[in-house]
Nanobody, 120 residues
Framework: QAQLAESGGESVQPGGSLSLSCVGS????????VGWFRQVPGKDREFVGS????????YFRDSVKGRFSISRDSEKKTVWLHMNSLKPEDTAVYYC?????????????WGQGTQVTVSS
């Protein structure tokens, strides 16, 4: 069964940078794409960005465009979310999953999440 695991979350100051990794199990990188989502208590899980594994095409929500980027290494079965110019409102638990689109309903095989805290 496909599995994903996120890591790299930590506490950073506003304006700082952080990269999260999402590592897949054997066979997972034959699937369509990987999405990154984030969630804060009491709110729905929201789309952050995604990458199509075959072409490397990326998509982002408006609030992170120009600050976040996504890269992948299919041989290492890893996708990274690179975050720059972090803001306090980026604080959340970040998840990766396989699928496509901007709705969490289009994704499966969610990882366990990794906490990102942006605070001075």
């Amino acid at each position: 069964q496909a599995q994903l695991a996120e890591s790299g979350g930590e506490s950073v100051q506003p304006g700082g940078s952080l990269s999260l990794s999402c590592v897949g199990s054997e066979g997972t990188f034959k699937l369509l794409g990987v999405g990154w989502f984030r969630q804060v208590p009491g709110k729905d899980r929201e789309f952050v960005g995604s990458i199509t594994l075959r072409t490397g095409t990326t998509y982002f929500r408006d609030s992170v465009k120009g600050r976040f980027s996504i890269s992948r290494d299919s041989e290492k079965k890893t996708v990274w979310l690179h975050m720059n110019s972090l803001k306090p409102e980026d604080t959340a638990v970040y998840y990766c999953a396989f699928g496509s689109g901007m709705s969490w309903k289009g994704y499966s095989f969610w990882g366990q999440g990794t906490q990102v805290t942006v605070s001075s």
